[in-house]
């Protein structure tokens, strides 16, 4: 089942909420449709979450939490309401997703027990005045 909520940023842009994400393709095409991340950072991500991967990761009433290890050392990732903070230098100079972050969305969204928290987390994330100021909504053509 999908479900659509329009955004109003400068234009309007759909979001897609997978309720059945069967695949890292699927959480892909979400993150990107999405204005998440970029192709190259969802390489990078992809590269994270199969090779290193994330030790552990927990969900909260507002956020999630996880521990992921990166090329560069261990970063702690939190994806909440209000944004996203990593441990990364990255994360400070971005206002798309790091590859940590987008390594831990997919772990979360991946799992069939956090994945509907998960998915309402990243929409309150989006659907905050706030971060949909800050965060650039990419439009991608196929």
Known sequence: MVSVISLHY???VDILVHKDLKCIGEII???LRNGLSTPK???EALDIYFKR???RYFIDNDGIEGIVLGS???HVVRISNEGYKCTCSDSYTNHYLCKHALALLYQVLN??????????IVLNMLNSTENIKEIPIAVFSY
């Open 53 to 55: 991967g994330i030790t």
């Open 10 to 12: 400068l234009y309007s």
């Open 29 to 31: 095409d979400y993150v």
């Open 72 to 74: 560069s050392g261990v």
């Open 41 to 43: 950072r969802v390489y």
């Open 111 to 120: 799992d069939k027990r956090t994945q509907d928290r998960a998915l309402a």
